[in-house]
């Protein structure tokens, strides 16, 4: 796993436009339940077949997983555009997740998917710091 990059910027200090919306967007993200576990598995089971509505309700049921890992790996920072660049790849990956999730073999959905996401924005994080 890669190192922490920075702290995060979560303490409501200075801010623009852009930090106020990913505020936002991710306030709603942490406040939408989660699915229960039966439940989860029926529509991942769906959606991987490539039913829309159940892709949709996974897809929205699991968003909070994405600032959660960048917060984990201290990339969640309000005030920094590219945060919202590594929010984008890591709900490309949730989306991915739902496709290539196998519970025999993975066990848990939220832990393979937040294992999906971590890899995705670390190394999208690690390409940006090499640009820099």
Request: proline share 5%; no cysteine; charged share 25%.
């Amino acid at each position: 796993m890669a190192s922490k990059r920075k702290e995060s910027n979560g303490n409501g200090k200075g801010g623009n436009g852009h930090d106020i919306g990913l505020r936002l967007f991710v306030q709603q993200t942490m406040s939408v339940p989660p699915l229960q576990p039966k439940e989860e598995m029926r529509l991942v089971g769906l959606a991987g077949a490539g039913d829309p509505a159940a892709k949709r309700t996974v897809v929205h049921a699991n968003l909070s997983l994405v600032p959660r890992v960048l917060e984990d790996e201290g990339l969640l920072d309000y005030s920094d555009p590219r945060t919202t660049g590594l929010m984008e790849t890591g709900n490309r990956a949730l989306e991915v997740a739902i496709k290539t999730f196998n519970p025999e073999q993975h066990g848990s959905f939220q832990e393979y998917a937040m294992d999906k996401i971590r890899e995705a924005v670390e190394k999208q994080a690690d390409a940006v710091s090499a640009l820099a």
